[in-house]
């Protein structure tokens, strides 16, 4: 597997979102009911049983984080606490050992020094992304939880998830569903991703960044969007976002909620969004760690394309909250309490 390029070859300000084999990863392994405690490894590769569930069963959960370089050349994380909290929920889901929280965050950040050079330079509008991820492995056959998993972290320094960045991009609805009523949704498990390829790529196919799905049991709320979750803003200044079990709990979501209300001075709801009521919103956005927040233009539904504000051009009110947003992780505008740690390098 080719390595990465040297970090001062990088062109930062155009990465996208790409796979990247970087100089060192963590790996841990549980085994005779216990987490080993890891280490930064050079080997970008697993070498893991035919038999391991992860590959036959989907016993396979991830997170997504970042770091951010700040002005001062500090790196710092983003709520990374509430990454940890979310795999021991998805690990809890999936029937797989927790790796312990306090240790998450400590080995995101042996991560993120020990790759510092591909840090993206602050105002590239580059980060690095971190990608946990626990499998179970070992030599199984039926369909039990693993004896034994691997978690890992790797990472890579990335640009615009959603092609557009922070110019609007057009969202399709579908057909399939990304989630059951009380299926996983809720939970950041491989098998919810492996479900959304081919509604995904009917979109792309079709012109669209993404599928909005609707909720699975009526087909008439929307959900969220395959990669993130969803917003709108309404006329009276309310930050609006759906409520749901089977949607995917968004730290993004969660921290513009607070910041809608308190630094933005917005009403924000969690509720229901009916797909043929979207009129109320004069903007609309997926949010998320890897789409940051992506301004949707508009969402086709029953072969009519929806506009919210414009095609064209990025809302006043989804700017601001970009602004607020990105100005918090990369240290430029003060954030609340324990929602920035800083890496040592
Ligand atoms: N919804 C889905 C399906 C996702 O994959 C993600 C990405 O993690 C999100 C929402 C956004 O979650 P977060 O803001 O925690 O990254
Ligand atoms: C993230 O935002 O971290 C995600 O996991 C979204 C996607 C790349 C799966």
Not at 46 to 74: M, V
Not at 153 to 158: D, E, K, L, S
Not at 182 to 201: I, R
Not at 210 to 226: C, F, Q, R, S
Request: glycine fraction near 10%; aromatic fraction near 12%; charged fraction near 20%.
């Amino acid at each position: 597997m080719a390595k990465a390029p040297k970090a001062s070859e990088i062109d930062w300000s155009n990465l996208g979102f790409n796979y990247m084999d970087l100089p060192y990863r963590f790996l841990a392994h549980w085994k005779d009911g216990k987490w080993d405690d890891g280490e930064l490894t050079e080997d970008a590769t697993l070498h893991i049983s035919e038999g391991s569930t992860g590959l036959h069963y989907g016993q396979a959960d991830f997170e997504g984080l970042k770091a951010y370089r700040t002005k001062n050349n500090d790196i710092q994380l983003f709520r990374p606490d509430q990454n940890a909290a979310r795999m021991h929920k998805s690990c809890e889901r999936l029937l797989m050992p927790a790796f312990p929280e306090d240790k998450f965050v400590e080995a995101v950040k042996s991560v993120v020094k020990a790759n510092a050079d591909y840090v993206p330079p602050y105002g590239t509008g580059g980060t690095l992304y971190l990608r946990p991820l626990m499998i179970g492995v070992g030599g199984n056959i039926g369909v039990h939880p693993a004896q034994e998993y691997i978690f890992t972290i790797f990472a890579m320094p990335v640009g615009a998830y959603y092609k557009g960045g922070v110019t609007p991009t057009n969202f399709t609805t579908s057909y399939y569903d990304r989630a059951a009523p009380h299926g996983t949704g809720q939970s950041k498990v491989g098998g919810n991703y492996g479900g959304s390829l081919l509604p995904g790529d009917e979109a792309h196919k079709a012109g669209y960044s993404d599928v909005i799905y609707l909720d699975p049991a009526t087909h008439t709320k929307i959900e969220e969007a395959g990669s993130a979750n969803f917003f709108g803003v309404t006329k009276d200044n309310e930050f609006v976002t759906p409520k749901s079990d089977s949607i995917l709990p968004s730290i993004t979501k969660k921290s513009l909620l607070y910041l809608a209300e308190h630094n933005l001075g917005m009403k924000a709801i969690e509720g229901d969004v009916f797909i043929d009521k979207l009129d109320r919103f004069s903007e609309a956005g997926a949010m998320g760690t890897a789409a940051v927040i992506a301004p949707i233009g508009g969402i086709e539904y029953k072969d009519e394309l929806h506009v919210f504000y414009s095609e064209t051009e990025v809302g006043p009110v989804t700017q601001k909250l970009y602004d607020t947003l990105t100005g918090i992780q990369f240290g430029d505008v003060e954030a609340p309490e324990g929602w920035i740690q800083k890496v040592e390098y």
